[in-house]
């Protein structure tokens, strides 16, 4: 195994990983990767990662409103949600532009369970988010 490692190292590689592969010897052995890129670099990575992980979230899911009460109590729902959401958003627009991270966590709170409850499933994930930075 030695004189692979050895081998290798001459043919110009960075690294070797052997087999079997131990997911701890391939966190190590790809955790430079890390230290090439600017933190600008790892948080565009991140971003489109999640933007991935969005479009998998369904944008509204109305089947949960319509087994609790109808399509009546459904709608009252929705409607209420649009008319609460705007005002919130334009909230947590300010908290943001000052800097009110307590005030965004508690806005993006609020958001996350009101528009899980009324079946907008994406934009919940997006508040669970805004909630999470607020909190680091």
Known sequence: RDEEVERVGKQGT???LGKPLQMAQ???GIGWLDRMLTAEEQQAIADQAWRIELKNIPLFEPDSLREIG???LGQEIVDLTIETTGPQI???EA???TED?????RLSHRMKGATANSGVQRMSAVVAKME???NS
């Open 26 to 28: 391939l966190v190590a």
């Open 90 to 92: 334009r909230e947590m």
């Open 132 to 134: 999470d930075q607020a």
């Open 14 to 16: 960075d690294g070797h």
């Open 101 to 105: 991270w307590p005030g965004v966590r």
């Open 95 to 97: 908290a943001i532009e």
């Open 70 to 72: 109808g399509l009546a």
